[in-house]
């Protein structure tokens, strides 16, 4: 029995940790739990810097005081928000057309429109005068701004300076092309016309400016644009009196030229539409 008794105290020891390991290895009796078919997932959490920011919506154009520069998002140009920009006409032009009542401006107020004019004096289709770019650049770079929304007529004069910078025909068309490119491309609902270079006429003196209102007159012709020659207008209309310096018109030569021209822009259909159609009576 001593033996025994030893025995067993020795082997004690052994037998609880065997009991210890086999307790402490995974439970084999206890099933794992199934998901239930009809529980939803349960979205991960976001943190706040996840979650979307709302952003304030920008202000319509239509909300902007007359005046106000609004960045057009179509062609990330900024553009001058007018008082009534449906019943104003815009005019692209030099030195002729930047006086007020000039003969362009007189011209084409006739019609019936309002008048937004850019330009500048000494910039052509090529031609610039060392502040401003020539037309398409000086649009391009924002030297000047068109106006928001679809104004109902858009008039681009000039070539005089592009005639006395001595560009060529290839220069001068190149541009025009671009021009009235993004012209049409911006205002797609807008009639465009152009006038051409004052000058004394090719048989009399014209020189290069009666062959530069000839080339834009090609070229509009290609593009299937409205113009008018003023090419030898001086002459033609006894202007020759009314200049102040040889290029430019004294006010009574505005004033002159500019009934000329509200005739020649009438002729072409380019009066100012009323703003509904009349109506017609069913028979």
Same mark, same amino acid.
């Given at each position: 029995m001593r033996k025994a008794s030893a025995a067993f105290r020795l082997l004690a020891p052994l037998i609880a940790v065997g009991v210890l390991v086999v307790g402490c290895g995974p439970n084999q009796a206890t099933p794992q739990s199934t998901p239930s078919r009809s529980a939803a997932?349960? &979205?991960?959490?976001? =943190?706040?810097?996840?979650?979307?920011? +709302?952003?304030?919506?920008?202000?319509?154009?239509?909300?902007?005081?007359? %005046? =106000?520069? $609004?960045?057009?998002?179509?062609?990330?140009?900024d553009e001058v928000v007018l008082a009534d920009v449906r019943h104003t006409?815009?005019?692209?032009? #030099?030195?002729?057309?930047?006086?007020? #009542?000039?003969?362009?401006?007189?011209?084409?107020?006739?019609?019936g429109y309002k008048l937004h004019v850019v330009g500048m004096g000494g910039t052509g289709f090529v031609a610039s005068n060392g502040?401003?770019?020539? $037309?398409?650049?000086?649009?391009? +770079? %924002?030297?000047? /701004?068109?106006? $928001? %929304?679809?104004? &109902? /007529?858009?008039?681009v004069q000039g070539g005089g300076n592009d005639a006395s910078q001595k560009a060529t025909d290839a220069q001068i068309t190149s541009n025009a092309d671009r021009l009235l490119g993004a012209l049409k491309k911006r205002y797609p609902g807008a009639r465009l016309a152009m006038i051409g270079t004052l000058a004394r006429g090719a048989d009399n003196g014209g020189g290069r400016r009666s062959e530069v209102d000839a080339l834009l007159g090609r070229i509009a012709a290609k593009q299937a644009i409205p113009f008018v020659s003023a090419g030898d207008w001086l002459t033609r209309y006894d202007a020759v009196a009314d200049l102040q310096d040889g290029v430019h018109l004294k006010p009574s030569g505005h004033a002159k030229l500019g009934s000329v021209l509200a005739?020649?822009?009438?002729?072409?259909?380019?009066?100012? +539409?009323?703003?509904?159609?009349? =109506?017609?009576?069913p028979e």
């Open positions: 997932p349960v &979205p991960a959490e976001t =943190s706040a810097a996840d979650k979307p920011l +709302r952003v304030a919506p920008a202000p319509s154009p239509l909300d902007l005081p007359v %005046g =106000s520069l $609004y960045r057009n998002p179509a062609n990330n140009r006409a815009v005019l692209i032009g #030099d030195s002729q057309a930047m006086p007020k #009542d000039s003969w362009p401006q007189r011209g084409i107020s006739a019609l502040k401003t770019g020539n $037309y398409i650049d000086a649009l391009q +770079r %924002g030297d000047w /701004l068109l106006p $928001y %929304g679809d104004p &109902p /007529l858009i008039v005739r020649e822009l009438t002729a072409l259909g380019l009066t100012a +539409r009323p703003d509904t159609e009349p =109506s017609v009576s």
